[in-house]
């Protein structure tokens, strides 16, 4: 069983940056592939960025070059900067953490809102 607590969402204008954090509880983090997904409002949830356990990042065409995942296992914490935001970027950000051995485990944190506005 992991639980993921999100945190450092916020209200930032266009051009900003911020950062935030999804610790777990629980155990084995490092051998999960951690997530980070978002909900805009009347959207659909869709995939921001996903980091492996062996550290191999992807990102949506949409926040490339803006956005950077990381983790840091000793901490049990995976980070994502985000900076050059757009108002198009407000939305509930989701931590997931995924893991499949004979079946999947999958696990969600409850969302940090980020707003994007001037």
């Known amino acids: 069983q992991v639980q993921l607590v999100e945190s450092g969402g916020g209200l930032v204008q266009p051009g900003g940056s911020l950062r935030l954090s999804c610790a777990a509880s629980?155990?084995?983090?490092?051998?999960?592939?951690m997530f980070w997904y978002r909900q805009a409002p009347g959207k659909q949830r869709e995939l921001v960025a996903r980091i492996t356990t062996g550290g191999t990042t992807n990102y949506a065409d949409s926040v490339k070059g803006r956005f950077t995942i990381s983790r840091d296992n000793a901490k049990n914490t995976v980070y994502l900067q985000m900076n050059s935001l757009k108002p198009e970027d407000t939305a509930v950000y989701y931590c997931?953490?995924?893991?499949?051995?004979?079946?999947?485990?999958?696990?969600w944190g409850q969302g940090t809102q980020v707003t994007v506005s001037s």
């Open positions: 997931n953490a995924y893991y499949f051995r004979i079946r999947a485990y999958n696990y």
């Open positions: 629980g155990s084995s983090f490092s051998t999960y592939d």
